[in-house]
Each structure stands twice: as C-alpha cells, then as structure tokens.
C-alpha cells in the first residue's frame, strides 16, 4: 500500500492520454487516484468511495460533466470539489460562470492544460 500524504483524486475523462497525464501530476505529489471514463461510473465512485477532489470533464460519453454534478446535487448527495477540466468551454463562458457561482464546481481548467495550473489545484484542495 501507498504511503499518502492526504488525498485521494477522482479523475473523470474519456481521453485514456489525459487520464495518464493528470494521474501522474497526482502521483507526484504523493496522492492516490482513480480514474473513470463515464458520468455514471463518476457518480458510482463518488457515492460508494471517498475524495478530496475531482478532476472532471464537461463531455463525456454518457453524460454532460455538469449534469453529474447536477445530480449529485439534486439527490442531496455529498460531493468532493469539482474542478472542470475541458476542451468545451471557456472560463467566461456563462454555464460555466453559473456553475461556478452557485458552487456546483470550484474551478475550472481550459485543455490543453498547464501542469502548473494542475498542480495549483492539488495544493489548494488537497494541501499537497
């Protein structure tokens, strides 16, 4: 078993390339992850397992990024941090302002992304 320093990560993404990518910026910084490829594993995981932060995108081939985090929320159901990671969107764009002011998600990363700017959100929910 894995020594950690404190947090776990949930990285949702069908891209198998990013997955790796964002799972070794976790690594790095002595977290655990687990990787899932649909809004419904997503939701699976974040109900029967638990996380310091999700990484997650807005298209997925199942459901909307957002409608994951919408269902969590209208089941009442505790969710970690949500950070979206995507190609889809932009930081003005207005769902994604919504959804940042009513906090359904707590920040946002336009791909292709720094490592930086994905490290910066390992530190500021995970403390890593």
């Known amino acids: 078993m894995m020594?950690?320093?404190g947090g776990r990560?949930?990285?949702v993404d069908d891209d198998p390339d990013?997955?790796?990518a964002l799972g070794w910026l976790v690594v790095s910084r002595g977290l655990d992850s687990r990787v899932v490829h649909r809004g419904e594993d997503a939701i699976a995981a974040i109900?029967?397992?638990a996380f310091d932060l999700?990484?997650?995108d807005a298209k997925l081939p199942d459901l909307d990024g957002l409608d994951v985090v919408k269902r969590?929320?209208?089941g009442g159901y505790y969710y970690p941090p949500v950070v979206m990671v995507t190609g889809y969107h932009y930081c003005d764009d207005p769902l994604i302002r919504e959804a940042?002011?009513?906090g359904m998600i707590r920040s946002f990363v336009a791909k292709p992304f720094d490592h930086d700017d994905i490290l910066g959100?390992?530190?500021r929910f995970c403390g890593c």
């Open 100 to 102: 940042l002011m009513t």
């Open 121 to 123: 959100m390992i530190e």
């Open 72 to 74: 969590l929320r209208s």
């Open 3 to 5: 020594d950690r320093l």
């Open 18 to 20: 990013l997955c790796w």
């Open 47 to 49: 109900l029967s397992e």
């Open 54 to 56: 999700v990484f997650l």
């Open 9 to 11: 990560i949930l990285i």
